[in-house]
Antibody
Framework: ELQLVQSGPEVKKPGESLRISCKGS????????ITWVRQMPGKGLEWMGR????????TYSPSFQGHVSMSTDKSSSTAYLQWSSLRASDTAMYYC?????????????WGQGTTVTVSS | DIVLTQSPGTLSLSPGERATLSCRAS???????LVWYQQKAGQAPRLLIY???SRATGTPDRFSGSGSGTDFTLTINNVEPEDFAVYYC?????????FGQGTKVEIK
C-alpha cells in the first residue's frame, strides 16, 4: 500500500532533543522528495523545507533554518526531522508529504502527522 | 518570499451552492506552480488541484482551479456535505514554498 507512516506522539521538555520519522512504503522512495509541514494548534499549514535524493539536496524555510535538520535513510525508506534543542513554541503537529522534483504535481501522499508537545 | 493571501477567511454556504475561494500572490507565480489542498478536521491535508487546473486522482469534477500570474481561484460547484473543510493554496514557484493562511468552508 502506498503510504507514509509517521512516528508516534512525543512529549518533551524545553531544551531536549528529538527526532521524528516518516517511513515510505509502496513506492520507490528514492524517486521522490519529502517535504515537512508544521501546523500549530488551531493554525494553518507552514512549509518547513524539503529534502531530495540525498541529504545535500535540502532546502529550509528561513523560519526554520538552523533550528531543525532534515535527513533521510534510503536503506529504510525513512525521512527524519530533528531538533537539538526544543522550545515550547515547537508544540505542533508535523506532517511529512512526498512529491516529485517538479513541484507542479503537488504533494500527493501525506503522513498521518506526529504531534509534538513541548512543556516544562 | 512569495506571500499568498486567501479570501475570504470563512465562507458560509448551504449544500448545493457554489463556493469561490481566492488566492492572491504577492508576486507572479511562475508557470503553473500553484496547488490546492483540502484539510478536514483531525485529518492530514489532501491534494486537490495541481498545476493551477489539474484535478488530482480522486478529486470530484465539481472542483475546478483557474487563474494565472498573481490571482487564482478554486471553485466548488454544488457544494456537497463532505466538502466542508479548510482549503489551502500553495505556491512552488521559487525555492521557498509557501502556503496561504486557509479558507474555511462551513455549513450555513
Amino acid at each position: 500500500e502506498l503510504q507514509l507512516v509517521q512516528s508516534g506522539p512525543e512529549v518533551k521538555k524545553p531544551g531536549e532533543s528529538l527526532r521524528i520519522s516518516c517511513k515510505g512504503s509502496g513506492y520507490s522512495f528514492t524517486s521522490y522528495w519529502i517535504t515537512w509541514v508544521r501546523q500549530m494548534p488551531g493554525k494553518g499549514l507552514e512549509w518547513m523545507g524539503r529534502i531530495g535524493r540525498s541529504d545535500s539536496y535540502t532546502t529550509y524555510s528561513p523560519s526554520f533554518q538552523g533550528h531543525v535538520s532534515m535527513s533521510t535513510d534510503k536503506s529504510s525508506s525513512t525521512a527524519y526531522l530533528q531538533w537539538s534543542s526544543l522550545r515550547a513554541s515547537d508544540t505542533a503537529m508535523y506532517y511529512c508529504a512526498r512529491h516529485v522534483e517538479d513541484a507542479y504535481y503537488g504533494m500527493d501522499v501525506w503522513g498521518q502527522g506526529t504531534t509534538v508537545t513541548v512543556s516544562s | 518570499d512569495i506571500v499568498l493571501t486567501q479570501s475570504p477567511g470563512t465562507l458560509s454556504l448551504s449544500p448545493g451552492e457554489r463556493a469561490t475561494l481566492s488566492c492572491r500572490a504577492s508576486q507572479s507565480v511562475s508557470s503553473t506552480s500553484l496547488v490546492w489542498y483540502q484539510q478536514k478536521a483531525g485529518q492530514a491535508p489532501r491534494l486537490l488541484i495541481y498545476g493551477i487546473f489539474s484535478r488530482a486522482t480522486g478529486t470530484p469534477d465539481r472542483f475546478s482551479g483557474s487563474g494565472s500570474g498573481t490571482d487564482f481561484t478554486l471553485t466548488i460547484n454544488n457544494v456537497e456535505p463532505e466538502d466542508f473543510a479548510v482549503y489551502y493554496c500553495q505556491q512552488c514557484s521559487d525555492s521557498q514554498w509557501t502556503f496561504g493562511q486557509g479558507t474555511k468552508v462551513e455549513i450555513k
